[in-house]
């Protein structure tokens, strides 16, 4: 009996998660405007994106932003992740590293925002980029937090073999680091990708990413036939087609990387 409830329990939450999604996809197929009426299947509305360049440009400052952010966060945390667990007086960057987590989003945008008015910064793509990785860079050391698993006995010998540390680093430790490494590649860039709040506060006047531009149209409703609800269902999808491609390769790279694991062990 327990377990009929417990299995009733988890298909209940999935579908709270999944049906609102699947809704939302399923209108953006719909003919008609209004989400509340079905007219019939088109494609129409995502006709309408692709010859939209307001709505082109803000996924390419999306989808830019986020590779950028990706890359460098996990660059910055990569070594200080490695040094920090070889070094235990330094574990208290661990501890520093919670805060930019844990505390609320909007207090770190509105002290961002600060900062770049105080320096005279402009605010754009590249106050975005900055803002983005500020927050990115510990999410990007706590996932790395794996790199502590890597051989020591391995770099040892490399380095009695007299291989120099950039080699080491690229033929022993990056390898041996290469789930933490892509998996915060793919976390920080989904919340880039994702992210509203910083963007909002970061982003200066005309500037648009795919959050801010759904944000600015959901406003607004029907204003034009770009903002109304089921042409928003159709941009909204495109968000979750790229988070799902993301967490599916990611889960492919995963469970490749277990399956030739289990080889090598047998």
């Not at 070889?86 to 505390?103: F, M, Q, R």
């Not at 207090?107 to 770049?116: P, Q």
């Not at 944000?215 to 999808?237: C, D, H, I, K, V």
């Amino acid at each position: 009996m327990p377990s009929k409830i417990l299995r009733a329990y988890t298909y209940a939450l999935l579908a709270m998660i999944y049906v609102p999604i699947a809704f939302m996809v399923v209108m953006s197929f719909n003919d008609s405007p209004y989400a509340g009426e079905w007219k019939g299947f088109t494609v129409k509305w995502y006709k309408l994106l692709l010859a939209d360049s307001r709505a082109l440009e803000a996924f390419n400052n999306s989808l830019t932003i986020a590779i950028a952010s990706a890359i460098v966060s996990t660059l910055i945390a990569l070594p200080a992740a490695y040094h920090t667990s070889k070094t235990p007086k330094l574990g208290v960057l661990n501890a520093l590293t919670a805060p930019p987590i844990v505390i609320p989003e909007i207090t770190e945008a509105v002290s961002l925002l600060v900062l770049f008015l105080y320096i005279g910064f402009p605010l754009g793509w590249v106050s975005v980029f900055i803002a983005h990785t500020a927050f990115n860079a510990a999410y990007a050391y706590v996932t790395l937090t794996v790199i502590r698993g890597a051989d020591e006995n391995l770099v040892a010998a490399a380095r009695t073999l007299g291989a120099s540390r950039f080699y080491i680093w690229r033929r022993v430790i990056i390898p041996l680091s290469m789930p933490g490494i892509v998996a915060s590649l793919m976390l920080t860039f989904m919340l880039s990708f994702t992210n509203f709040i910083k963007t909002l506060f970061t982003k200066g006047p005309g500037f648009e990413t795919l959050p801010i531009l759904i944000w600015n149209r959901a406003r607004r409703p029907g204003l034009t036939e770009l903002s109304s609800q089921n042409a928003l269902n159709a941009l909204t999808t495109l968000l979750v087609l790229v988070s799902i491609s993301i967490a599916t390769v990611y889960t492919v790279i995963v469970l490749r990387r277990s399956r030739t694991s289990r080889i090598v062990g047998a």
